[in-house]
Each structure stands twice: as C-alpha cells, then as structure tokens.
C-alpha cells in the first residue's frame, strides 16, 4: 500500500529529485528531447518501469516535449511511490 506524504516529507524528497517540482499537488517535470523519436523512446522506457511498479503517470507528448505528473490516486495525494517513479524516471534520461 501506498504511503501519503505528508508536506514536510514531499520538501525533504524534492531535494533529491533534480529539476521535479510540486504542480497541482503532484510531482511534475517537463523533458524536452531532441526530436519526437527521442522524445517516444523515452516515454517507452518510462512506460516499461511503470507497468514493473503498476504506478502509471499522467504525462502528455507534443513532438519532442514529454510533461509527466505523477500522484497517488488510491491516496488521494502525493506518495512515497511517486517518489520511487520520479527518480527511476530520473534515472533514465
């Protein structure tokens, strides 16, 4: 089960997640690619990981820029599994 984070908890991870930010009340961050082929590689990588962790993100794609939001629905907030997906995404750029 997914753990709520409470504010304190979410400032203390953003320090350890390079360029996430809290947007809308989720962890959000823009990638931007060299071009879409770059940009799909990449949100199929992500997509790989999600499935693995069956924590999936909300994200969007026009041609080279990939924007992704991750929060907790069953928690009804920010969770220590969005933070585990952030820095897998992380991870894979």
């Known amino acids: ?5 409470s504010k ?6 953003l320090k350890s997640l390079t360029d996430w930010s809290v947007k809308d009340q989720k962890l959000y961050r823009k990638f931007t690619f060299g071009n879409f082929v770059e940009a799909f590689g990449f949100m199929t990588k992500v997509a790989l990981e999600a499935e693995k962790k069956n924590h999936h993100p909300e994200w969007s794609n026009v041609y080279k820029t990939v924007e992704i939001n991750l929060t907790t ?3 009804g907030g920010l969770s220590d599994l969005d933070v585990e997906l952030a820095k897998v995404i992380n991870s894979l750029t």
């Open 1 to 5: 089960m997914a753990k709520l984070l």
């Open 8 to 13: 304190d908890e979410i400032d203390k991870e």
């Open 73 to 75: 629905h069953d928690v």
